[in-house]
């Protein structure tokens, strides 16, 4: 949610849009806040954020700091593209002189005057600036400044409360990944965001297990910090999403695909392309998404293992050059590499592509480089989840899936995610005459009646051809058919 748009429901902008959707819009003004997580998992990055959101919207911001200088915090705000300029910088780290001149200091002992001369400090600079956005990094450090365990909760709690009571909303550091160790102050805050390091996750993940006075997404959700800053990738919830659509049928372009399809595959439907490598799977899914960006829709391909040009390159070879379509916008082509992926940021991706592009077709091509994009998490449900928002939003899937198998042992999928599907069709290899052929037929169709019968696809130069059913052979599916005894069948 973009600041502007937080500002109006009231609340404050994080600065991060996907952090803010998460959390329904932003954070509620003058309440205290807790970040919590290892070191170096982005608390730091996130609370710069929340003060630049601030200063942006002329607000006045301060970042108190203990144990950074304000050099080095300025230094790594900007390798992360995050500009300091008109943010406050208070630092209440000990002066390196109290050592070097010999002075009697412990800095692990809860000396009196000490915290007296930090809060006299703290309360000169609040009344002064009268900040609206606070960020303290890190509260957790002001423990030695305490005689114990309750006089620190006690001071904590009176320090935050002073804070909220001078009209800031306060976002402030724990320095420990351990639930236990900072459990009071999580008591004491309005929100918890927790950061940790996920390597099944693909990285560094988000969540927040606290909000008082607001709902929020549940569940862990990604997050990147690149070199324009802090990235939060929330994770999708289909059933938040949806839109009315006329429910018609998309055609192929090719009048006896179409017939094989009993007309052409519904709009809002998973369509799942399975066989084995090289038989015809790819070339066969961008015909539906070529002739729908013909018809003035738009069609996007996300591929998994081949360039855009390699795509064009083979489309052309077929007959069907794409420039135009591209030029146009009717077709897009995105090279999805998968270690760049977590699946929340795919999922992002694909929305953005759906909401505020209006693509209609997606192709995802395939599935096992859909597979290596989500990085150990539970295919089934990533999928899952991706597949129902896009039935949601009226758009067409195929789902492009490799078989292992090259002749025999049919199977549809190897994965157990035929259900997803609402749609199956499958090409197979056969051997006939000694000659290996392409096999077509379609194993499932939700919405309507199919033709039964297999057809047998050739891809030539120009474009796909299909053949009429193949009644003259039996046993196709093993990929050894055998001619029935009149002899009829396809002539080599």
Known sequence: MPADAAAANGRLS?????????????????RAYMVRGEPGVGKTALGLHFLAAGRDRGERTLFLTQGTTIEALQA?????????????????????????????????????????????????????LRPVRVFLDALTHGRHLSADVVDFRRQAHAFL?????????????????????????????????????????GGRVLTVTKMRGSRFRLGRHSIRIADDGLHVFPRLVPE???????????PSGIDELDALFGGGFERGTVTMIAGPSGVGKSTLAMQFLRTSAERGERAVAYTFEESS?????????????????????????????????????????????????????????????????????????????????????GVTVIVVYENNAITGDFRATELGISYLADNIVFLRYVE?????????????????????AMRELTVTKDGLVIGEPMRG???????????????????P
């Open 14 to 30: 994080t600065g991060i849009e996907g952090l803010d959707e998460v959390l329904n819009g932003g954070l509620l003004p003058r």
């Open 76 to 128: 790594d705000a900007g390798s992360i593209g995050i500009d300091t300029g008109g943010i406050e910088f208070v630092d209440f780290t000990p002066e390196p002189e109290l050592f070097s001149e010999g002075q009697s200091y412990d800095v692990f002992s809860p000396l009196e005057h000490e915290r007296e001369a930090y809060s006299a400090r703290v309360v000169e600079t609040i009344e002064q």
């Open 161 to 201: 409360r002073f804070l909220v009571s001078r009209g800031a909303t306060v976002l402030f550091a724990s320095g420990s990944s351990d639930q236990r160790s900072d459990e009071d102050l999580q008591f004491m805050s309005d929100g918890v965001l927790h950061l940790e390091y996920a390597r099944e996750a």
């Open 240 to 250: 938040q999403h949806g839109r009315a659509f006329v429910d018609e049928p998309i």
């Open 309 to 393: 040009a390699t795509i064009a390159r083979r489309a052309a070879a077929t007959g069907s050059p794409l420039e135009e379509l591209f030029e146009r916008g009717g077709l897009g082509v995105v090279e999805a590499e998968p270690l760049d992926y977590t699946p929340d940021q795919f999922a992002l991706a694909v929305r953005r592509e759906i909401e505020e592009r209006g693509t209609r077709l997606v192709l995802l091509d395939s599935l096992a480089g859909y597979r290596q994009a989500i990085r150990g998490e539970d295919l089934v449900s990533q999928i899952h989840a991706l597949c129902r928002y896009l039935r949601n939003m």
């Open 432 to 452: 006939v005459d000694g000659e290996l052929r392409r096999v077509v037929g379609v194993l499932k169709k939700r919405t309507s009646d199919f033709e039964k």
């Open 473 to 491: 052979l039996r046993g196709i599916l093993t990929g050894v058919p055998e001619r029935r005894g009149d002899g009829a069948g396809p002539r």
